[in-house]
């Protein structure tokens, strides 16, 4: 079946307007894109992260948008001719709506899950690591390629981190040379749990992750399973290392290698905790520094006693390997 996906370009202000006028033709399950609340996330959230794409921003700049689909029949149609009709009366009777601009994309079924899964390929990661998504695993050429490599099978529809992004690579590659058996693994930040997950592909014994997004725990424990490691070996907690003492006291320390792909401030806060996480001899791995905030990382990192031994970057990203 096809379908009519249909949007319509208005502003703040009118989509209560729009979405009222949609709702009287009997179009209600709709999507909203509000550049005002786009904008207050931003703010309210920028603890979080240290880049935002700028084409995005643009994207959004001036303009919220109303989506809804219809199927591609006669009566689909009809209904798209009724919503442009209204649009019109829309117009003539208020202004300070925005353009009110109605364009059309068409869909086949299929498009509704599989169609993102175009972007994601099997990926060689440093010299050891392939990272697969999970319905790429049983093509022929991917099996051949997983038997020269050290698979990580991943449902990148799970977000959270899938291997694309630069950051991960960056501890990726790093972790290929860390790993090892006997060791127990720390994941601060962990999303879909790429890293700890990949640490004991790698030979590492045990790992806890650890994130304040309470969905990371489903999504982890999914990607492991996929993997073949199990809850006897692989340990997902939620919340906030930083603040929640019950957590840290569960967390304890003692760990040969502590991971945090985050952003610069998490970083930067996290600093002075790490020493006691550490095993003597232990490693610090973090990633997630945008180029122009590296050194400030690299000064909070040695204050908290901490001794980078290395520095990789990529992209405009870097990363910092401590003892």
């Not at 996906?5 to 949609?22: K, P, Y």
């Not at 890293?195 to 030979?203: D, M, R, T, V």
Request: charged share 25%; hydrophobic share 40%.
């Amino acid at each position: 079946m096809k379908w009519l996906e249909l949007h319509i370009d208005t502003n703040h202000t009118g989509l209560d307007t729009v979405e009222a006028m949609l709702s009287a033709l009997g179009i209600d399950n709709v999507v909203i894109d509000d550049e005002a609340e786009f904008q207050d996330f931003l703010e309210n959230n920028h603890q979080y992260w240290d880049y935002v794409d700028e084409e995005l921003e643009q994207k959004m700049q001036g303009r919220s948008r109303i989506t809804f689909y219809l199927e591609a029949g006669d009566e689909g149609f009809a209904k798209m001719g009724e919503v442009r009709l209204k649009l019109e009366e829309l117009k003539k009777a208020e202004t300070g709506l925005g353009t009110l601009l109605m364009t059309m994309d068409t869909m086949e079924d299929a498009d509704w899950e599989n169609n993102w899964k175009q972007y994601y390929k099997p990926m060689e990661i440093g010299a050891r690591l392939l990272v697969v998504p999970q319905w790429e695993q049983e093509d022929p050429q991917v099996r051949a390629a997983c038997a020269q490599r050290v698979p990580l099978i991943l449902e990148p529809g799970l977000t959270f981190g899938t291997g694309s992004h630069a950051t991960t690579r960056l501890c990726l590659t790093a972790l290929e040379k860390l790993a090892g058996p006997g060791q127990r693994v720390l994941d601060l930040g962990c999303g879909s749990g790429i890293l700890s997950i990949a640490a004991l592909k790698l030979g590492a014994d045990s790992a806890l992750a650890v994130d304040i997004d309470d969905k990371c725990l489903d999504v982890a424990y999914e990607n492991a399973a996929m993997n073949g490691i199990g809850r006897d070996r692989y340990t997902v907690l939620a919340g906030d290392i930083l603040t929640d003492e019950a957590l840290q006291a569960r967390i304890g320390g003692g760990y040969d290698i502590v991971l945090a792909n985050i952003v610069s401030d998490v970083i930067i806060a996290l600093a002075p905790a790490v020493r006691p996480l550490l095993k003597k001899g232990g490693y610090f791995l973090c990633s997630g520094i945008i180029d122009d905030r590296a050194e400030e990382v690299a000064g909070k990192l040695r204050d908290a006693g901490l001794t980078i031994e290395e520095t990789h970057s990529a992209d405009g990203w870097f990363s910092y390997l401590c003892r």
